[in-house]
């Protein structure tokens, strides 16, 4: 490999996945530039992704497979013994216990999903049913309201929207849009256009904003449901959208008639003035939309603080249009399918069109179809084409209103998209309950310092039959673990993510390796693949016919593909690894384990045929699906769907194409705020600690090596300057943070960004690389299980009880 040749990758710090282009020199990245002809980016990056380069190659890296020996050291085993021991014990669980108890984490971070699709065929390979990610901390409950509004996942039109607004969100730090500081200078120095920021906190993007509504901690649903209130009182809705798009409103626009405005100013401190003004520009603007994140989805009433939100854009009617609201296309889904579900004309008829598509050219082959082909387009494949967050939550026809769906095996929690609650997880282990989870399959992530309470999941570690995790280095979560898999790192395999959230250009980005895997790692597509066919469970019987097919052509293999798990549905959750056995072995060398992308690919195309077809995929049959797969392998950003505004209402998951307005249980809840207390801090615990915020130098845990960070080494607690006065410290000085689960000392940082009573640390610090030494406080030593949201059940992180102690004392 010419190793000083510009090479396309992308960023994995985030989900915005910037496309990069890197010099390679001994293993490390020696240069990085943002890619000008990325589709997405455009050429933007931000200050951390010239970084990368401390994780690629300063991260002290796993290079053997480790098995924990009895008294918990590791010793290095070779690749072989660790699948067939692994395979064993893993067929020891299911046949005791059962496939179910099995449980699943993870499966990707912000760069990596390849590998998870191989990861859903390892759980059908051995029969679990229950998962979870980081999902399941944060946009469950967005994901449960969006499922029963409208079956689908939204974004907004941030460049051209007039006005727009962020919900505990701070777009400058985290992104999560393309390009998202050169949006917000355009839309900070417009005079037009109005930017309104929710934060309690003087962030980098509300010290921007046109309006900054500095709400206490913890109490922006009366801020939201105020606004929505004064668009109802005051007539700023949009009637004839209403009428024409949506049903259920009247429930709805009582609710908030009965709203008392000032009350509700003052319970979340921002004055009513000032809530006015911001509805009325909401209200008479020619387009808004809004972003929310993890300011609502981790503080008390995120749920409901979700659906508030999502009234404000719908109730004044910006949805489908230049600056508004959008419902968009997937490559592949990142969750699954969840309770309820909705009635679906769209995948339906993409399902005929795939029916279609399999009898024209098993005629034109004259084979004869299995006679169960129709019935499976209909029902399996159809759960495969949903998008990410369809189905979430009931809603649409035939479907009950109260969302019932599944449950948790041992505390009956709610499962919103597929995905066990994270607060749960520990409580489903440490019981004796006989349905108890009894192993546990990581990937790619860091659970026991991510998820609430880091000691409890410790516990539950130590109390499975069976744990192996799957990482480049030896994480917090690897070192409890009985087997630690080595994976190549995500600059040394092919890899793409499933973060294909915009419209009306959707992009995908499947990047190729720009250098070799360090010597002892492998590929997870590799991992997996080697396990299953360890289990044994898809004969050569099965596999033969369908790589004869694969060498004879794309079209005799998909007809081939498609009839085989047509007639037998049990094969379906091993798709991805029948194509890495069959297909994947015609690929490029190296690339065998993108196989499983052919098949997103094709369930892409059947998906989304038009915009497909509009992006320059065309062709008959399984042709526009094999043409996107081939342009995706190029390693480049691709544009896979093409759409006009209008077409955003296509991918309401309706009958009706209309919004279900009225999920009852959430208007419960905001009736109920009326009489509800708005604080949840005690005298003991006085202060409100938001443990994980989003800084210049923060990207959850996958930089390990501190000196990574340019400023804020140590990861700051944020004060303000009267509490700091208060208890006699200042920046620099240390103090001591209690909560009722833990405590931390950490260097105080005084900032004009804090409301007093509010304080913060970010995320992502007190993790180590290979040696004792820890910068920072790690989170979730700090927070606790029982802190969640009533209905989705996703963690407090923004808002945990916090007392402050001097250290000299
Ligand atoms: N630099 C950087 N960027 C990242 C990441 C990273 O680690 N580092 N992680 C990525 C990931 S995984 C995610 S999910 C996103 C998250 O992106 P964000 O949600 O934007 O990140 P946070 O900083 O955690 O929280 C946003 C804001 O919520 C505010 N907040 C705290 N309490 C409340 C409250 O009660 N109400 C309101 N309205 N706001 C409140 C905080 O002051 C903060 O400004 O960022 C992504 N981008
Ligand atoms: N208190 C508190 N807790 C939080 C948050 C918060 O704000 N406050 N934020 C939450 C949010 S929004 C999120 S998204 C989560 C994130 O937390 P997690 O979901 O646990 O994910 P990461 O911290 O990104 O961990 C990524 C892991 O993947 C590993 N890795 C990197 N590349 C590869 C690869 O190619 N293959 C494999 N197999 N592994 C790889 C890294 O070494 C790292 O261990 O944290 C959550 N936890
Ligand atoms: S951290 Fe996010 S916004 Fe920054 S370069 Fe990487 S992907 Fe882009
Ligand atoms: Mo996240």
């Not at 989900?15 to 990245?29: P, Y």
């Not at 933007?44 to 050291?73: F, I, M, N």
């Not at 689960?741 to 993790?767: C, F, K, T, W, Y």
Request: charged letters at 25%; a negative charge.
């Amino acid at each position: 490999m010419d190793e000083s040749r510009w090479q396309k990758s992308a960023c994995i710090l985030c989900e915005c996945n910037c496309g990069i282009e890197v010099q390679v020199q001994d293993r490390s990245l020696a240069k990085i530039r943002g890619d000008k002809t990325h589709p997405g980016s455009e050429g933007y990056t931000c200050e951390k992704a010239l970084r990368l380069d401390h994780y690629q190659s300063r991260t002290v890296r796993l290079t053997s497979p480790l098995r924990r020996r009895a008294d918990g050291t590791y010793e290095e085993i070779d690749w072989d013994t660790a699948i067939t021991e692994i395979a064993a014990r893993l067929k020891a669980v299911r046949d005791t216990h059962g496939g179910d108890k099995i449980f699943f984490y993870g499966g990707g971070g912000q760069g990596n999903h390849l590998g998870a699709t191989y990861n859903k065929a390892l759980q059908g390979a051995v029969g679990a049913k229950y998962q979870s990610n980081a999902l399941a901390q944060e946009k469950t409950g967005e994901m449960y309201v969006d499922g029963r509004l409208y079956g689908g996942h939204t974004k907004g039109d941030f460049e051209h929207a007039e006005v727009v607004v962020f919900v505990g969100k701070n777009p400058w730090q985290s992104h999560s849009f393309p390009r998202a500081r050169p949006v917000l200078k355009q839309l900070a120095a417009d005079p037009e256009r109005t930017m309104v920021v929710i934060d309690p906190r003087r962030s980098e993007s509300a010290a921007m904003a046109d309006i900054h509504l500095q709400v206490r901690p913890g109490t922006d649903a009366w801020c939201l449901a105020a606004l929505g209130a004064i668009l109802v009182q005051e007539d700023l809705v949009d009637h004839a959208f209403i009428d024409d798009h949506t049903s259920g409103a009247e429930s709805l626009l009582a609710a908030y008639r009965e709203i008392d405005v000032t009350d509700y100013a003052d319970r979340c401190g921002v004055p009513e003035d000032l809530l006015r003004e911001t509805a009325r520009r909401i209200g008479t603007a020619k387009s808004v939309c809004t972003y929310e994140d993890l300011g609502i989805q981790q503080a008390p009433h995120s749920t409901l603080s979700s659906y508030l939100n999502k009234m404000l854009w719908i109730l004044t009617g910006n949805f489908a249009k230049p600056g508004a609201m959008f419902l968009h296309s997937s490559f592949a889904p990142i969750a699954g399918a969840a309770p309820g579900g909705g009635g679906s004309r769209r995948p339906k008829s993409a399902m005929q069109r795939a029916l279609g598509t399999a009898t024209d050219l098993a005629a034109a082959a004259a084979v004869r179809l299995p006679a169960v082909l129709p019935d499976f387009l209909a029902t399996r494949l159809g759960a495969l084409l949903q998008p990410p967050v369809a189905k979430v939550a009931g809603g649409g026809s035939g479907a009950k209103p109260t969302g019932g769906g599944r449950r948790t095996p041992v505390t009956n929690a709610r499962i919103i998209a597929g995905l066990v609650p994270c607060n749960s997880i520990a409580e489903e282990i440490l019981t004796d309950h006989p349905d108890r989870f009894r192993a546990m399959w990581i990937d790619s992530v860091n659970p026991a310092h991510s998820l609430a309470d880091s000691e409890s999941f410790r516990e539950a570690m130590r109390a499975l039959d069976l744990t192996v995790v799957i990482d480049i280095a030896m994480t917090e979560t690897a070192r409890l673990a009985d087997y630690v898999l080595p994976a190549s790192t995500q600059f040394e395999k092919w890899e793409c993510t499933f973060f294909n959230v915009d419209f009306p250009r959707n992009v995908f980005h499947l990047r190729a390796p720009v250098m070799s895997p360090l010597p002892g790692t492998l590929a997870e597509p590799e991992i997996y693949t080697r396990l299953i066919r360890e289990l044994d469970v898809v004969g050569d019987s099965v596999l033969e016919p369908l790589r004869r097919a694969a060498r004879r052509g794309r079209k005799q293999f998909a007809l081939a593909f498609f009839t085989a798990v047509g007639s037998n549905p049990k094969l379906m959750p091993l798709a991805p690894y029948l194509l890495r056995e069959t297909i994947g072995e015609t690929l490029p060398e190296g690339a065998a384990g993108t196989a499983s992308l052919w098949g997103a690919a094709q369930l892409c195309a059947m998906a989304n045929p038009k915009s497909v077809r509009r992006a320059g995929f065309d062709g008959t049959g399984f042709e526009p699906g094999d043409k996107l797969f081939d342009t995706v392998l190029r390693g480049e950003g691709v544009v896979f769907t093409l759409d006009d505004y209008e077409h955003a209402w296509d991918y309401v998951r309706r009958p009706d194409r209309r919004f279900t307005l009225e999920i009852p249980e959430l208007l419960d809840r905001v009736r109920a705020l009326a009489d509800e207390p708005s604080s949840w801090v005690t005298e003991e615990f006085p202060y409100v600690l938001s443990a994980g915020e989003r800084r210049s130098f923060t990207a959850n845990t996958i930089i390990r090596d501190p000196s990574w960070r340019r400023r804020d080494h140590d990861g700051a607690l944020r004060i303000n300057a009267a509490d700091a006065a208060g208890l006699g410290v200042g920046t620099g000085d240390r103090l001591r943070v209690v909560t009722e689960r833990g405590q931390a000392d950490a260097v105080v940082e005084v900032s004009d960004m804090m409301q007093a009573g509010h304080i913060s640390l970010p995320n992502g610090m007190g993790l180590d690389n290979g040696s004792a030494k820890v910068t920072g406080v790690a989170p979730n030593e700090l927070t606790s299980l029982h802190h969640r949201d009533f209905l989705a059940g996703t963690p407090w992180h923004k808002y945990v009880p916090a007392r402050l102690e001097r250290i000299d004392a």
